[in-house]
C-alpha cells in the first residue's frame, strides 16, 4: 500500500518536473496531422500561438519596467509585440487565407522576412539597452 | 545594458518602423520581392534568411559577452531560443516548394523558439519575478555580499565532490591565503597551509554521510593543524542543497574558531577535576537558595548523596549551630559582596555532629548581579577536639603550677603576662595588679631593674641565676632569687619563665651569722692582749716556781685554745669571703 503511493508520488513528481518537455512533444506530436494534412491550420496555429506569446512578453515587461535597472526586457518586449503584428499580418496574408486582395506566395514572404529582420535587429541591438 | 525609462521612445520607434515596413510592402509595394510565382524564392529572401541568421549570431555573441548581467536559467533560454530562430531561418532557405518537410521543420523551429521564450518571460517572470527584477537582484546580492564579506564567521560553499566556489574574506584571513587558493579547488586536495589531523577524517566521513533531505543540516568541530605547529578547532555547520531528485546540489558551510571556547572547556574541566578531587566541601547555591553543586567530599563528610542535595533549599546555608547575630552578620557581608568566614557545628545526614570551618562568597555575573554564593568548608571536628585536649592539658598544667610554693612568671618584653598565685604571696600584689604591667615597679632601684634587664642579652641557652630585691604593696624590701629562662632561647622576644623565691629570712640569717663571726674574732682578737700582759706579769711577779710554772701552764692552755679558735675562724672568714663572692 504505501509502496504503490509512494510509487504513484514519485511518478507524478517526474511528470511535474518535466512538463515542459512533455507538454512539447505532445504538441509536436499532435501538430504533426495538421502539418501534414492541413498544412494551412498548422501554420495558423504557429504563427498566432507565437504572436499571444509576443504580446504575453510585451505586457510582462511593460508591467515589470519599474523593477528593472534596464530596458533589455522593453526593448524585447516591444520589439516582439511588433514581430507580432507582422506575424499576423503574415498569417492572415498567406497564400490560401484570402484576407488580402493580393494573390500568391510573395505578399506573406515579405512580410515574413520583414518580420524575422525586425526580430534580427531588436536581438543584436538588445545587449545595448 | 545601463538605459533606462525608454519605454515610449522605444515603442514609437517601433511603431514606425513597422508602419513603415508595412507600407513598404502593402502600399508603396516597395519591398524586395521575395518570390515569383512559377520560379519560386528569391535571391533577396534567401539572402536574407543567411544575413538574419548572421545577425543572429551576432547577437547571440553579444548577449554572451553581457551573460553575467543575466540569471543564469534565463540566459540560457533566451540563447536556446535565439539558436532555434537562426535553425528556423536556415530552414527557410532549403525550402522550395510551400508545403515541404523543411518548411514545417522551420515552423516547429519557430515554436520551440516561442516557447522557450515563453519560459524565460512569462515562466519565470511570473513564477519566480525576482530572476527578472535585476535591481532588486543586485541590491539584496550587495547586501547580503557585505554581510557575508563583513563576518568574522567563515562561509564558504562546495559542490558535492568538494570543489569550493564560493569563500568568504574571513575564512581566507583565518587560513593565511588568497581566494585563489580555494575556490575551484577540492576540500581535500587544497593547499591551505593547514592539515587536517589523520584522527579527525573519519569524524569528517562520517559527518557528510549523514546528510539527506530529512537531515540537511549537520554540526562538526574538528582541528586544523598549522605549519607552526598551532592547533585551532574550527567548527562548521554545514547545509546540504538538494534538488527536487534529492542529489545534493552544493553545500553551504559555515565555520568559526572555537580554539578560544575549546580552551576554556578544558580548562574548566581541569578545575571541575580540582574542585572534585579537593579534600574541602564545595557547594555552589543559587541566588534562591537552592543548591547546584556539591563536590564529592560533601558526600563523604554529610552522607548526603548529590541526588538528595541538589535542588534542596539549605536552610540559612547549612550553617548549622550558628547563633542568629553571627548569621547577620554573615548575610550582610555576603550580601554587600564580601565573604564571609565562621566556624559552626552541623549535623550529618545520620545526626551525628561535626565542626566546619566554612567560607561563604557571592559569585557576580559580568554585570555585577549576585548569581551564586559558593560555600567552601573543612571538617574540622579531630582538630576541635586536639583543641580541646590541649587545652584540658594546659589547665591543669597551670593549676600545678599555680599550686607551686614558689613564685612562676611568664615575661614578655619585662611584662608580667602570667604569674601563679604564689607570686601575690611574695609580692603582696594580686593577680591582676601583676599582670599587664611593666616589673620597673617591683625593683628596689632603677639600676637592678636595668641590670636584670641585660641579663640575657648574650647567653643563649640555660638558665640564668640572679638575685635582686623587690619591695612589696607594704612597701618592705625583700631579697628575691630569680631564675631566669627564655622560652626559647634563640628568640629573646618570645619571653621568659622566671622562677622567684623570697630568699629574705635566708639572707637575714646569714647576716647575723656573719655579725656574730666578727664579734666573736673581735672579742677573740681582745683576749690575746691582756693574756700577754698576764703572761708577763707571771714571769716577773711570781717567785713562787712552782705556782708560776702552773699558771704559765694554765696560761699556755689558754693561748691553745685561742689558737685553736683563730684557726677555726680562718675557716669560716675563707667560707664567708667565698659565699660573699659567689652568691
Known amino acids: 500500500m504505501l509502496q504503490s503511493i509512494n510509487n504513484r508520488s514519485s511518478f507524478t513528481k517526474a511528470i511535474h518536473d518535466n512538463i515542459d518537455a512533455i507538454c512539447l512533444v505532445l504538441a509536436v506530436v499532435l501538430l504533426y ?97 | 545594458m545601463n538605459r533606462k525609462g525608454n519605454l515610449p521612445k522605444i515603442f514609437i520607434s517601433y511603431f514606425i518602423i513597422t508602419g513603415l515596413l508595412i ?37 547571440l555573441h553579444l548577449l554572451y559577452t553581457k551573460r553575467s548581467f543575466f540569471q543564469i536559467r534565463i540566459f540560457y533560454l533566451i540563447l536556446a531560443s535565439i539558436i532555434l530562430t537562426i535553425f528556423a531561418e536556415i530552414s527557410f532557405t532549403a525550402h522550395v516548394s510551400i508545403y515541404d518537410f523543411s518548411k514545417m521543420l522551420g515552423l516547429y523551429f519557430k515554436l520551440i523558439s516561442f516557447l522557450l521564450l515563453y519560459k524565460a518571460f512569462i515562466s519565470i517572470g511570473l513564477k519566480e519575478p525576482y530572476s527578472l527584477l535585476f535591481k532588486k537582484l543586485k541590491e539584496s546580492e550587495e547586501e547580503y555580499r557585505t554581510i557575508v564579506e563583513g563576518q568574522t564567521e567563515f562561509i564558504t560553499k562546495f559542490l558535492p565532490d568538494g570543489t569550493h566556489t564560493f569563500v568568504n574574506d574571513a575564512m581566507c584571513k583565518f587560513f593565511g591565503i588568497t581566494k585563489e587558493d580555494i575556490l575551484g579547488k577540492k576540500i581535500f586536495e587544497m593547499d591551505i597551509g593547514a592539515t587536517i589531523p ?85 557547594k555552589i547555591i543559587d541566588k534562591d537558595g537552592k543548591i547546584e553543586y556539591v563536590n564529592p567530599q560533601y558526600v563523604e563528610v554529610t ?23 553571627r548569621f547577620e552578620e554573615l548575610w550582610d557581608s555576603i550580601c554587600s559582596g564580601k565573604s564571609w568566614k565562621g566556624e559552626f557545628q552541623n549535623r550529618k545526614k545520620d545526626g551525628t555532629m561535626y565542626w566546619e570551618l566554612a567560607s561563604i562568597s557571592p559569585v557576580r555575573n559580568s554585570i555585577g548581579e549576585i548569581t551564586h554564593f559558593i560555600k567552601v568548608s573543612e571538617d574540622i571536628t579531630y582538630k576541635k577536639l586536639a583543641e580541646k585536649e590541649i587545652q584540658e592539658k594546659e589547665e591543669a598544667l597551670r593549676g600545678i603550677l599555680s599550686a607551686a610554693p614558689i613564685g612562676i612568671n611568664l615575661f614578655q618584653n619585662r611584662t608580667m603576662i602570667w604569674c601563679n598565685h604564689h607570686m601575690t604571696k611574695i609580692t603582696g600584689y594580686s593577680e591582676q595588679e601583676l599582670i599587664g604591667r611593666n616589673t620597673k615597679f617591683l625593683y628596689a632601684s632603677e639600676e637592678e631593674y636595668k641590670r636584670l634587664g641585660e641579663l640575657y642579652k648574650e647567653k643563649v641557652d640555660g638558665h640564668i641565676n640572679s638575685e635582686t630585691q623587690w619591695i612589696t604593696k607594704d612597701r618592705r624590701v625583700i631579697d628575691v632569687s ?100 659567689y652568691m
Open chain 1, 33 to 129: 496531422p495538421l502539418a501534414t494534412n492541413y498544412f494551412l491550420v498548422f501554420h495558423s496555429s504557429v504563427e498566432i500561438f507565437s504572436m499571444v506569446i509576443a504580446a504575453g512578453i510585451f505586457i510582462i515587461a511593460r508591467n515589470t519596467k519599474d523593477y528593472q535597472d534596464n530596458d533589455f526586457f522593453i526593448l524585447i518586449g516591444v520589439g516582439y509585440l511588433f514581430i507580432g503584428i507582422i506575424d499576423g499580418l503574415h498569417t492572415l496574408g498567406y497564400e490560401g487565407m484570402g484576407v488580402f486582395q493580393m494573390q500568391g506566395h510573395n505578399l506573406a514572404n515579405q512580410l515574413w522576412i520583414a518580420a524575422r529582420y525586425l526580430q534580427a535587429i531588436t536581438l543584436l541591438i538588445s545587449p545595448f539597452f
Open chain 2, 198 to 282: 589523520n584522527e579527525d577524517m573519519g569524524m569528517i566521513d562520517k559527518h557528510f554521510a549523514k546528510f539527506s533531505p530529512a537531515n540537511q543540516i549537520n554540526t562538526i568541530a574538528h582541528r586544523f593543524v598549522f605549519p607552526d605547529g598551532n592547533e585551532k578547532w574550527v567548527e562548521w555547520t554545514d547545509r546540504a542543497i538538494f534538488d527536487k531528485k534529492g542529489n545534493i546540489l552544493e553545500f553551504q558551510s559555515i565555520g568559526r574558531d572555537i580554539t578560544d571556547r575549546k580552551m576554556m572547556r578544558e580548562e574548566i574541566t581541569l578545575l571541575h577535576n580540582a574542585i572534585e578531587q579537593t579534600p574541602i566541601i564545595v
Open chain 2, 482 to 581: 630569680i631564675l631566669l629562662n627564655p622560652l626559647n632561647p634563640y628568640d629573646l622576644s618570645k619571653g621568659y619563665i622566671t622562677i622567684v623565691s623570697d630568699i629574705t629570712n635566708a639572707k637575714r640569717s646569714q647576716r647575723q651569722l656573719d655579725e656574730n663571726l666578727e664579734y666573736f674574732a673581735h672579742l677573740v682578737d681582745h683576749i690575746r692582749n691582756p693574756l700577754t700582759i698576764l703572761s708577763g706579769f707571771v714571769q716577773v711577779e711570781t717567785g713562787n716556781e712552782k705556782l708560776k710554772e702552773r699558771l704559765l701552764r694554765q696560761i699556755d692552755r689558754i693561748e691553745e685554745l685561742i689558737k685553736q679558735l683563730d684557726q677555726g675562724w680562718m675557716d669560716t672568714e675563707d667560707t664567708r669571703k667565698f659565699m660573699k663572692r
Open chain 2, 23 to 59: 507600407s513598404s510592402i502593402f502600399f508603396w509595394e516597395v519591398f524586395p520581392t521575395c518570390y515569383v510565382e512559377g520560379q519560386g524564392l528569391t535571391p533577396f529572401k534567401v539572402a536574407s534568411e543567411y544575413i538574419i541568421s548572421l545577425i543572429l549570431v551576432i547577437a
Open chain 2, 303 to 325: 552522607g548526603y548523596d548529590p541526588s538528595e542535595a541538589l535542588g534542596k533549599k539549605p536552610r540559612l546555608f547549612e550553617t548549622g549551630f550558628l547563633p542568629k547575630g
